[in-house]
């Protein structure tokens, strides 16, 4: 397992990149909203909220990270003054307070917005009613564990942001924190499953191309990746439970999967609100690959013979009187049909031109038999033409 001596830089660096990372998708979020779309809505606003408080996460790690967490603690460590360690303490328990009210909350958000976004699309019935009461449980669970959290200890709740939370005696008349932590993290997987599953029947009983649905399905499928990184924070918080006398020093694994965890969240909701500026991007790709297909072989004086001739010119390659400077007929050539489609063009034309011999050889027999027919009852030049002539001839 990763161990160095000091986890405060694997966890700052953890922190802050991911952070960033997540705003710039946010970023990209919002442009798409405002300028392909047209219009922010409700949950942007909710995520723009926990994305604010994930860089306040990122501080309180800072400054939990500065005040002992992630150090290993050594029984020959010099001695400090009991003022340096109870300003030491004391800042790492308010620190500790903070972090674990702002995770709470920003947790809450990212799964409200995601909420709120289902219902834009939900016209069943059934579908936006479990929208709506799983909207009624996130914000309950949100705001009884935040206050779970800020009076865990009910018969002296000052006892949290003082130095007593890290004394056996004093904690042990506050609430039992790591059965509370584990029943949160086990709520946390569970909802990020429910969230994940819930639109799925709606989805799949879009009538829309396969493809397309495919595709739109695995835009949703990317919210996978956050119960999995939930499960692994409950890792994390299964070291710290059971770390003993270095619990200081395993938190910090508690407060880099909470990072991962929290990161992944806001990306994999983000995902689906960039569908419209991935397809207007994959619209513009089709539409000048279109265009330069037909710039180079299409119809016209815009031919890849003609664009090539200037360059062939200048660098000696071709005679100033060469007749490839002429316009030539347009190109047969046809690069977005394969080999199938130009077998089975030259199977048709074959069967055209041998229908077309067929009828030929036909017109030409009833020509011959017309013509042997007319030579035998009509007649010739010098042949009276009249009855009269007929009986005078005879």
Request: with cysteine; glycine share 8%; proline share 5%.
């Amino acid at each position: 397992m990763f161990e160095p001596e000091d986890l405060g830089p694997t966890t700052r660096i953890t922190a802050f990149t991911l952070t960033g990372v997540s705003t710039a998708v946010v970023a990209v979020r919002f442009y798409c909203r405002i300028w392909v779309v047209g219009r922010l809505k409700h949950y942007d606003y909710v995520m723009l909220a926990a994305l604010i408080g994930t860089w306040g996460l990122c501080v309180v790690n800072h400054y939990q990270m500065l005040y002992g967490t992630g150090k290993h603690m050594y029984a020959n460590a010099p001695p400090e003054s009991a003022a340096a360690y109870n300003k030491r303490a004391t800042a790492g328990a308010i620190t500790w307070f903070v972090y674990r009210i702002l995770y709470i909350m920003v947790l809450g958000l990212i799964k409200l917005s995601i909420l709120i976004f289902y219902l834009t699309f939900a016209t069943d019935s059934t579908f936006r009613n479990l929208v709506k009461i799983w909207i009624g449980l996130i914000t309950g669970f949100t705001v009884i564990t935040g206050f779970f959290n800020g009076f865990e200890c009910p018969t002296d709740p000052s006892i949290t942001l003082t130095t007593k939370i890290f004394e056996h005696y004093y904690a042990s008349k506050c609430l039992n924190r790591e059965a509370m932590y584990f029943a949160q993290a086990g709520f946390n997987i569970i909802s990020d499953a429910v969230i994940l599953v819930l639109p799925l029947p709606s989805l799949l009983q879009l009538r829309m191309p396969t493809l397309k649905k495919v595709s739109l399905l695995g835009v949703f499928s990317v919210g996978l990746l956050v119960p999995i990184a939930s499960a692994l924070r409950i890792w994390g918080l299964y070291l710290w439970a059971n770390s003993g006398g270095q619990a200081r020093y395993y938190g910090a694994y508690l407060l880099f999967w909470s990072q991962v965890e929290i990161n992944i969240a806001i990306v994999c909701a983000s995902a689906p609100s960039l569908q419209p500026l991935l397809k207007a991007l994959v619209g513009r790709l089709v539409s000048r690959r279109t265009r330069s297909a037909y710039y180079y072989y299409g119809e016209g004086t815009h031919n890849m013979a003609e664009a090539g001739i200037p360059e062939l010119r200048r660098s000696g390659r071709l005679p100033p009187d060469s007749i490839s400077g002429l316009e030539l007929p347009p190109s047969a050539y046809n690069p977005s049909k394969n080999k199938r489609s130009t077998f089975d063009t030259r199977i048709t034309e074959g069967a055209l031109m041998q229908e077309r011999d067929e009828e030929q050889e036909l017109r030409d027999r009833v020509r011959r038999f017309a013509s042997r027919t007319s030579s035998i009852h009509s007649h010739g030049l010098e042949s009276p033409q009249h009855p009269r002539e007929m009986l005078m001839a005879g």
